[in-house]
T-cell receptor, first 113, second 115 residues
Framework: NAGVMQNPRHLVRRRGQEARLRCSPMKGHSHVYWYRQLPEEGLKFMVYLQKENIIDESGMPKERFSAEFPKEGPSILRIQQVVRGDSAAYFCASSPGAGGPHIFGPGTRLTVL | SQQGEEDPQALSIQEGENATMNCSYKTSINNLQWYRQNSGRGLVHLIL?????REKHSGRLRVTLDTSKKSSSLLITASRAADTASYFC???????????????FGQGTILTVHP
């Protein structure tokens, strides 16, 4: 069991470009959570998804950010027209059900030049 | 304001000593979890304590929960240099409706264990 996979591990984008972050949950897990971690800070919840459904996106910025978890394939966090303030580590976590421990991926470190 | 606030922000001890980290939170919770993060890496789940539990053990870890004070503590006994990491508490809140298991993290405690 490979655990939670995220790619790419590091992503560099220029201001105005798009960033696409991928997350494959642990086998058998149908609950996916995305968190953002700014330098020297704790993680902040962004969005919670189940297959083909966004359940809670209360932590997502209203503009430029979107997430999906299609029936087939990984969950995608998409950031359009990136700005320097988007530079952060983005972590995906999965769980077999709501309310249990999260299994975290290694994160994607986004740098916006 | 931050739901989970941790104290101290940084802790430096010698190998063999015990390390205690504290976490306070503001709303009612379903459970509280502790995670460890090594520099530049993902988080690793350490222990989960439910709101109706007061104490839990796992190996060298001991977690307590006081819901009346809205606080928790993580004790690492007989620390090792390999315990050096950041430690975060996270709450699964049940205030204001269904939480769906999303977690609210504290700022973390940076633990350094000197050999």
């Amino acid at each position: 069991n490979a655990g939670v996979m995220q790619n790419p591990r590091h992503l560099v984008r220029r201001r105005g470009q798009e960033a696409r972050l991928r997350c494959s949950p642990m086998k058998g897990h149908s609950h996916v959570y995305w968190y953002r971690q700014l330098p020297e800070e704790g993680l902040k919840f962004m969005v919670y998804l189940q297959k083909e459904n966004i359940i809670d996106e209360s932590g997502m910025p209203k503009e430029r950010f979107s997430a999906e978890f299609p029936k087939e394939g990984p969950s995608i966090l998409r950031i359009q027209q990136v700005v320097r303030g988007d530079s952060a580590a983005y972590f995906c976590a999965s769980s077999p059900g709501a309310g249990g421990p999260h299994i975290f991926g290694p994160g994607t470190r986004l740098t916006v030049l | 304001s931050q739901q989970g606030e941790e104290d101290p922000q940084a802790l430096s001890i010698q190998e063999g000593e015990n390390a205690t980290m504290n976490c306070s939170y503001k709303t009612s919770i379903n459970n509280l979890q502790w995670y460890r993060q090594n520099s530049g890496r993902g988080l690793v789940h350490l222990i989960l304590i439910r709101s109706n539990e007061r104490e839990k053990h796992s190996g060298r870890l001991r977690v307590t929960l006081d819901t009346s004070k809205k606080s928790s503590s993580l004790l690492i006994t007989a620390s090792r240099a390999a315990d050096t990491a950041s430690y975060f508490c996270a709450t699964d809140d049940n205030a204001g409706g269904t939480s769906y298991g999303k977690l609210t993290f504290g700022q973390g405690t940076i633990l350094t264990v000197h050999p």
